[in-house]
């Protein structure tokens, strides 16, 4: 068996020229604020392709761009200004934040309304409620890509290897939404292999370089890979051994190509969801 190869850029690009053709129907550009603060040079490369992605879709996009020595007081005073300001639709505090600021409670000054990354503890408590709300960026991508694979999720087993509150979590919750059997596996997990071979869909975010063996994989099973590790070479890989995986799954993502690109057009895809509802105009 060879895996069919899930193209998140793709699907990405797809999914951002659906929302540039509503945002030219509206009567106003939805508006993002990424507020960035000090020097961490992923963050740099992520905060610009956002930025860049956003533009070109149309909305009112800009960054925030706040020194390493910000307070934690000062960094909350402008979210606050953010939150009362009419034209921002969306938030995104960049994280990592630096040591002296904690990052949750920058996270819980986010307007709930504009929280766009979905991480604030009402979001989060909405979605494990099964209410609407605001989704966090990564996992709403991986339920696109787990669309276009075509697998059926009603009753199928699924397993979320990884527990964090910004891709374990919510993505577990999103697959419950959705009628999966759901299997949350971590770092305390007794016989990790056994229980991934139990999935039909398999969504690996451990951050742990191609630790998802081929011999893992149950034939067929849909291989989400969410996992972005760098090699000393500067190569990225993913959690799962992906020419293993593709002789086993059925379906599976390449990193990079798959949920990373998905991650931003989601991102879009909140923003325009809270600037709808801010309005309250349908989504
Ligand atoms: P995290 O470190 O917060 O959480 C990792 C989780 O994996 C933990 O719950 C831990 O229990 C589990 N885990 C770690 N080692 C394990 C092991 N040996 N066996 C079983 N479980 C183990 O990481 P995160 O923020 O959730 O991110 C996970 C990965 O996804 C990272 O590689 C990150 O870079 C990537 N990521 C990608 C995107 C994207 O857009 N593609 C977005 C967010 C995160």
Same mark, same amino acid.
């Given at each position: 068996?060879t895996?069919?190869i %899930?193209?998140?850029?793709a =699907?990405? *690009?797809?999914l @951002? +020229?659906?929302? &540039?053709?509503?945002?030219?129907?509206? $009567?106003f550009?939805p508006?993002?604020?990424?507020?960035?603060?000090?020097?961490?040079?992923?963050?740099?490369?992520?905060?610009r392709?956002?930025?860049?992605?956003?533009?070109?879709?149309?909305?009112?996009?800009?960054?925030?761009h706040?020194?390493e020595?910000?307070?934690?007081?000062t960094l909350l005073?402008?979210?606050?200004?953010l939150?009362?300001?009419?034209?921002?639709d969306?938030? %995104?505090?960049?994280?990592? =934040?630096? *040591?002296?600021? @904690? +990052?949750?409670? &920058?996270?819980?000054?986010?307007d709930p $309304?504009?929280?766009?990354?979905g991480?604030?503890?009402?979001?989060?408590?909405r979605?494990?409620?099964?209410?609407?709300?605001?989704v966090?960026?990564?996992?709403?991508g991986?339920?696109?890509?787990?669309?276009?694979?075509?697998?059926a999720?009603?009753?199928?087993r699924?397993?979320?290897?990884?527990?964090s509150?910004?891709?374990?979590?919510?993505?577990?919750?999103?697959?419950l939404?959705?009628?999966?059997?759901v299997?949350? *596996?971590h770092?305390r997990?007794?016989d990790?292999?056994?229980?991934?071979?139990?999935a039909e869909?398999?969504?690996?975010?451990?951050?742990?370089?191609?630790m998802?063996?081929?011999?893992?994989?149950?034939?067929?099973?849909?291989?989400i890979?969410?996992g972005?590790?760098?090699?000393a070479?500067?190569?990225?890989v993913?959690?799962?051994?992906?020419?293993e995986?593709v002789?086993?799954?059925?379906?599976?993502?390449p990193?990079?190509?798959?949920?990373?690109?998905?991650?931003?057009?989601?991102?879009?895809?909140?923003?325009?969801d809270?600037?709808?509802?801010?309005?309250?105009?349908?989504?």
């Amino acid at each position: 068996m060879t895996a069919h190869i %899930l193209d998140g850029k793709a =699907l990405g *690009a797809r999914l @951002r +020229a659906g929302l &540039a053709a509503r945002i030219t129907g509206l $009567s106003f550009k939805p508006g993002l604020r990424v507020v960035r603060v000090g020097e961490d040079p992923a963050s740099g490369v992520y905060v610009r392709n956002k930025d860049r992605a956003a533009i070109e879709a149309g909305f009112d996009s800009a960054t925030v761009h706040l020194p390493e020595a910000t307070s934690e007081a000062t960094l909350l005073a402008e979210i606050a200004r953010l939150n009362t300001d009419p034209t921002v639709d969306g938030i %995104l505090v960049q994280l990592p =934040l630096p *040591a002296h600021i @904690r +990052a949750e409670a &920058a996270i819980a000054a986010v307007d709930p $309304s504009k929280d766009v990354d979905g991480f604030h503890p009402l979001n989060a408590g909405r979605l494990a409620a099964g209410q609407p709300g605001l989704v966090p960026c990564t996992p709403r991508g991986v339920m696109h890509l787990l669309a276009e694979s075509g697998v059926a999720l009603q009753g199928a087993r699924a397993l979320v290897l990884g527990r964090s509150q910004i891709v374990g979590r919510p993505m577990a919750q999103l697959l419950l939404g959705a009628d999966c059997t759901v299997t949350i *596996a971590h770092s305390r997990t007794r016989d990790l292999p056994a229980e991934c071979r139990r999935a039909e869909i398999l969504i690996a975010a451990a951050g742990r370089t191609e630790m998802v063996r081929g011999d893992w994989i149950s034939p067929g099973a849909v291989v989400i890979d969410v996992g972005i590790n760098r090699l000393a070479d500067g190569k990225l890989v993913g959690d799962v051994a992906f020419q293993e995986a593709v002789g086993h799954a059925g379906a599976i993502t390449p990193v990079p190509g798959g949920v990373g690109p998905m991650t931003i057009a989601c991102l879009l895809e909140n923003t325009l969801d809270a600037a709808l509802a801010r309005r309250g105009m349908a989504g």
